[in-house]
């Protein structure tokens, strides 16, 4: 792959001619895009859209953003960095084979930079907002994930635990399978903004969709001291879908004998 094609389709973890450096300034940018869009319309499009019968359609849009900023993010970053925006998914990369273990922490640095920097960002749009704007967004949480009375469904932790674990395994699947280097696809952001978009109108109601270590971090900064108590569910899960899912796509679909 070069850096001026995506033929064969940006693959996380596949041999990239950039360098770390560019790499890296990838993956915060395309992290500040997911967060900047996903979250961004959340809270905005829920604070201001409140009107009886809208709140449906508040909950599409914030699904499509998610996979909209993600599906934007793999034609235009992955062809440098392989368009992770996710430790979860950088982590499950490393497990299949798809990227050096040496790769991770940097990864994962610039990924919570970026998704910190755009949570920053829709908090500086909030302070020149109407009259109480940004006060009422991080008192309802910041679109932060959550269990218990932070579920916008009421489910509890073990709910939480379970999707993030099932629904993060199977996007990493999603990602493993349409990036393959001989079988993966060139549509594979189609299908990766697509696969996103459904997680997020499975899971929101259940714990406001994470499956992303990074946007729960950048949202759980600002979302308050709850916000914050009930962020390690949305670091460890995600991370345990991922590694379960990256190990197992190579055992089946890698291994000499699945060849």
Same mark, same amino acid.
């Not at 900064?221 to 916000?227: E, L, P, Q, V």
């Given at each position: 792959?070069?850096?001026?094609?995506?033929?064969?389709? !940006?693959?996380?973890? /596949?041999?990239?001619? $950039?360098?770390?450096?560019?790499?890296? /300034?990838?993956? *915060?940018?395309?992290?500040?895009?997911? %967060?900047?869009?996903? %979250?961004?319309?959340?809270?905005?499009?829920?604070?201001?859209?409140?009107?009886?019968?809208?709140?449906? *359609? =508040?909950?599409?849009?914030?699904?499509?953003?998610?996979?909209?900023?993600?599906?934007?993010? +793999?034609?235009?970053?992955? !062809? #440098?960095? *392989?368009?992770?925006?996710?430790?979860? +998914?950088?982590?499950?990369?490393?497990?299949?084979?798809?990227? /050096?273990?040496?790769?991770? =922490?940097?990864?994962? @640095?610039?990924?919570?930079?970026?998704?910190? +920097?755009?949570?920053? $960002?829709?908090?500086?749009?909030?302070?020149?907002? !109407?009259?109480?704007?940004?006060?009422?967004?991080? &008192?309802?949480?910041?679109?932060?994930?959550?269990?218990?009375?932070?579920?916008?469904?009421?489910?509890?932790?073990?709910?939480?635990?379970?999707?993030? +674990?099932?629904?993060?395994?199977?996007?990493?699947?999603? @990602?493993?399978?349409?990036?393959? !280097?001989?079988?993966?696809?060139?549509?594979? *952001?189609?299908? @990766?903004?697509?696969?996103?978009?459904?997680?997020?109108? @499975? $899971?929101?109601?259940?714990?406001?969709?994470?499956?992303?270590?990074?946007?729960?971090?950048?949202?759980?900064?600002?979302?308050?001291? &709850?916000?914050?108590?009930? #962020?390690? %569910?949305? #670091?460890?899960?995600?991370?345990?879908?991922?590694?379960?899912?990256?190990? /197992?796509?190579? $055992?089946?679909?890698?291994?000499?004998?699945?060849?």
């Amino acid at each position: 792959m070069t850096e001026s094609s995506i033929e064969p389709a !940006p693959d996380p973890g /596949a041999p990239l001619t $950039a360098s770390l450096g560019a790499k890296l /300034a990838a993956e *915060g940018f395309g992290t500040f895009l997911l %967060v900047f869009g996903g %979250v961004g319309t959340a809270i905005f499009a829920s604070n201001h859209f409140t009107e009886p019968g809208a709140l449906s *359609g =508040v909950y599409v849009a914030v699904a499509l953003a998610f996979g909209l900023t993600v599906l934007v993010g +793999v034609y235009a970053f992955g !062809p #440098l960095s *392989g368009g992770h925006f996710n430790p979860a +998914v950088t982590l499950g990369a490393a497990a299949a084979g798809r990227i /050096a273990w040496r790769e991770v =922490v940097p990864y994962i @640095i610039a990924q919570v930079v970026g998704g910190v +920097v755009a949570s920053t $960002a829709l908090t500086l749009i909030g302070l020149f907002g !109407p009259e109480n704007w940004l006060t009422t967004a991080q &008192d309802s949480g910041f679109a932060s994930n959550g269990w218990g009375p932070h579920s916008p469904g009421g489910f509890g932790m073990m709910a939480a635990i379970i999707i993030e +674990v099932i629904l993060t395994g199977f996007f990493l699947l999603v @990602i493993l399978g349409s990036t393959h !280097p001989t079988r993966g696809t060139t549509h594979a *952001g189609i299908a @990766i903004g697509l696969s996103l978009t459904l997680i997020h109108l @499975i $899971a929101i109601p259940v714990d406001n969709t994470s499956v992303n270590p990074a946007r729960s971090i950048a949202a759980a900064i600002y979302g308050g001291t &709850d916000a914050l108590a009930q #962020l390690w %569910v949305f #670091l460890v899960f995600p991370v345990v879908g991922a590694m379960l899912a990256g190990y /197992a796509y190579r $055992a089946l679909f890698d291994s000499p004998r699945a060849s």
